[in-house]
């Protein structure tokens, strides 16, 4: 037991020794041997400059990891983050794909109208036009700062800005709403939703205006095999308004118009037209409503 002791005691001394030995570290030029510097280190001197050095890369490395992207290539590391972030963005992606297809069933809605494919009457009830994505764009808060803006961007570029119609819900009764007549002339047929036959037909002389029955702004202008030239507007209080077989239409998507401005000339245009006429129709919170209850035409 003894003899261990003093062989570890020994070792240990041994150690010690060697930590305190001097040694010399000479640098010399090469070509003419000439002493150039000099410098008097100990093995414990060495240590403690490596771990010195060691501990500060491992620093460095530690505030790089944290405060830096490069913690994202460590596996495991950034994966609480990562996952966080990725279920933003398929919540985003959901809302998005839910936004789309609000828009494609609204424009479905808005063809099949235009073309008159559609049932209003049949067994699975009534078909309702999605509206509703159009009654959220038209609601949403606006930031002033942001449309001031716009403003200023808009009038630098374009000139100074149109006159923007304020088309927000004012919840009124229809039969204390103003219609324009879109033209004045004689019903040629009525309304007949039991026969598909959504709105009326009002014949009126060649290169008659049609005008807006409202201030909106145009949601589609296009033309169809069925119904000719057709442009439709978008109305407040939730009402959208259509004219068919126009010869000529005079707007185009997304411009704003007024109460009685002109949107197209009177024609005789797609395959359910049998002569110069304008088929006008109005829908309701979706649902189409007899345009002469509303609209003087005389």
């Given amino acids: 037991m003894d003899e261990n002791n003093q062989t570890e005691g020994s070792r240990w001394e041994h150690w010690k020794e060697k930590l305190a030995t001097t040694y010399r570290l000479v640098i010399i030029n090469d070509d003419s041997f000439e002493e150039v ?22 620093f460095i490395v530690f505030l790089l990891i944290v405060f830096t992207p490069l ?10 983050d990562a996952q966080e972030k990725a279920a933003e963005l398929e919540q985003q992606i959901e809302g998005l794909e839910n936004q789309v297809a609000s828009y494609e069933a609204w424009a479905t809605g808005i063809r099949n109208i235009m073309v008159g494919n559609v049932d209003t009457t049949g067994e699975t009830g009534e078909q309702e036009m999605p509206i509703s994505v159009v009654d959220r764009a038209l609601n949403v808060d606006k ?17 100074p800005a149109p006159t923007v119609v304020n088309l927000g819900v ?7 709403l103003f219609f324009t007549p879109p033209v004045s002339g004689t019903m040629t ?36 095999l069925e119904t000719g030239n057709t442009i439709c507007i978008q109305h ?29 000339i009177i024609g005789n245009t797609g395959d359910h037209s049998t002569g110069p006429h304008l088929h006008f129709e109005l829908w309701h919170k979706g649902k189409p409503i007899d345009p002469w209850d509303y609209v003087n035409f005389n």
Avoid: C
């Fill in 71 to 80: 913690k994202q290539f460590i596996p495991g590391y950034g994966d609480f």
């Fill in 37 to 58: 510097n000099t410098t008097k280190l100990t093995l414990a001197n060495l240590y403690t400059i490596a771990s010195s050095i060691f501990v500060a890369l491992a």
């Fill in 143 to 159: 930031v002033p700062e942001d449309e001031d803006l716009r403003a200023a961007i808009g009038e630098e570029l374009n000139g």
């Fill in 189 to 224: 047929l009525s309304f007949s939703p039991d026969e598909r036959h959504y709105g009326v037909d009002i014949a009126a002389p060649k290169n008659t205006p049609v005008k807006s029955v409202m201030s909106g702004f145009v949601i589609s202008s296009d033309w169809t």
């Fill in 236 to 264: 407040s209080d939730n009402l959208v308004s259509f004219y068919k077989h126009n010869s000529v239409l005079l707007k185009k998507v997304g411009e704003v118009v007024k109460a009685g401005e002109a949107i197209a």
């Fill in 170 to 176: 004012q919840n009124k009764p229809l039969e204390q």
